[in-house]
């Protein structure tokens, strides 16, 4: 997660040079050097160097081909050469992939028109777990903000100089989108998965400004920024909250001293009912698996480990063989290799199925 916001810092500041009034001869430089950083860092924002292209007056063509060129060498060369373990995520040859483009096209507006309203619905019913701190943190921010709308006169005046300002910031958005054509991400706003929507989440925010001060909506304005403010809270407590589970449930796995001698994968399952776990997942263990992603403390699934690959902290914090794989479901309902470690976490009672 940090990876994204720093490559958030990065293009914001390749941003502000672009945009600063005073100009310096440098700036171009500098905006370029920025964005190379927020690339390397994290590749999300890698489509909006044409958003950045449409700010430059000149030297468009040195701007693009020197950021390209200098970040081809350092994939291509210097990463492989410098570390040992690196991975691409890029994959531009998907982009002519049709089928797959149309399910990103499906998942981008379920994210935009429904998994973002049942977040924020999630995150305002999580308040009634707030600590005191929460609850304090609250009013001071939200008193904050709203002291100083209220001190200042929002009005669209200063869109009358740059009318197609709107066009960008909705060129911009739509370009965000695109990173998910040319990588193997898909847009999600869930768990580890929202890091990839650190330019929707920006340019999001400055097309939700440019309307709130374009009409001088005021209090509109008020009531989403309490939102965020809350949902940020939430989200805040969810992640620990989440840590909370997972360490419950390695530290209870740790107690069964479970060994790759046995078995090398164990699956966790949350079975409810006495449900014969030897057999492959009915729908109702399917519906179980996840039953605490359902509950009201989480936002928008933020389990601290997800998938195996994300286990390796946890099983080196509790002195779990670190071979075993460790899931929290079957990745395709089904066993992938017998024998394998059942963990029932509802329970706490572990099988051996061979």
């Given at each position: 997660m940090l990876n994204s916001a720093l490559a958030t810092i990065f293009y914001c500041s390749s941003l502000?040079?672009?945009?600063?009034?005073?100009?310096?001869?440098?700036?171009?430089?500098?905006?370029?050097?920025?964005?190379?950083?927020?690339?390397?860092?994290?590749?999300?924002?890698?489509?909006?160097?044409?958003?950045?292209?449409?700010?430059?007056?000149?030297?468009?063509?040195?701007?693009?081909?020197?950021?390209?060129?200098?970040?081809?060498?350092y994939k291509k060369i210097i990463e492989p050469s410098l570390f040992e373990n690196y991975y691409h995520r890029e994959q531009v040859n998907i982009l002519l992939n049709i089928k797959r483009d149309f399910k990103i096209l499906l998942k981008s507006i379920k994210v935009i028109i429904y998994d973002l309203s049942i977040s924020v619905i999630r995150a305002i019913k999580a308040i009634r777990y707030y600590s005191f701190q929460d609850f304090i943190s609250l009013i001071l921010i939200s008193t904050s903000f709203l002291y100083f709308i209220s001190r200042n006169k929002i009005e669209g005046k200063p869109f009358e100089k740059t009318p197609n300002l709107i066009h960008f910031l909705i060129s911009s958005l739509i370009l965000?989108?695109?990173?998910?054509?040319?990588?193997?991400?898909?847009?999600?706003?869930?768990?580890?998965?929202?890091?990839?929507?650190?330019?929707?989440?920006?340019?999001?925010?400055?097309?939700?400004?440019?309307?709130?001060?374009?009409?001088?909506?005021?209090?509109?304005?008020?009531?989403?920024?309490?939102?965020?403010?809350?949902?940020?809270?939430?989200?805040?407590?969810?992640?620990?909250y989440s840590s909370e589970i997972n360490n419950e449930i390695f530290k209870k796995i740790s107690l069964k001293k479970i060994t790759t001698k046995k078995a090398p994968y164990l699956y966790i399952v949350f079975n409810k009912e006495n449900i014969n776990l030897k057999k492959e997942f009915s729908d109702k263990q399917k519906e179980d698996r996840n039953y605490?992603?359902?509950?009201?403390?989480?936002?928008?699934?933020?389990?601290?480990?997800?998938?195996?690959?994300?286990?390796d902290y946890l099983k080196h914090k509790f002195n779990i063989e670190k071979k075993i794989n460790i899931e929290y479901y079957f990745y395709n309902d089904k066993v992938k290799t017998k024998p394998y470690y059942l963990f029932d976490f509802h329970r706490n009672n572990l099988l051996l199925i061979k």
């Open positions: 502000i040079f672009l945009l600063k009034e005073q100009k310096h001869k440098y700036d171009v430089i500098y905006s370029a050097l920025f964005f190379l950083l927020s690339i390397l860092s994290y590749e999300i924002f890698l489509p909006l160097i044409l958003s950045n292209l449409f700010l430059i007056k000149k030297r468009k063509i040195s701007y693009l081909a020197g950021i390209i060129i200098t970040y081809l060498i965000s989108f695109t990173i998910f054509l040319v990588s193997n991400y898909e847009p999600s706003i869930k768990g580890f998965s929202s890091r990839t929507m650190g330019g929707i989440r920006l340019y999001f925010s400055f097309f939700l400004m440019y309307i709130f001060i374009k009409y001088r909506l005021k209090t509109l304005f008020s009531i989403t920024i309490i939102i965020f403010i809350i949902n940020s809270i939430s989200v805040k407590n969810a992640w620990q605490f992603f359902r509950r009201d403390q989480f936002v928008a699934e933020e389990p601290l480990f997800y998938a195996p690959w994300e286990s």
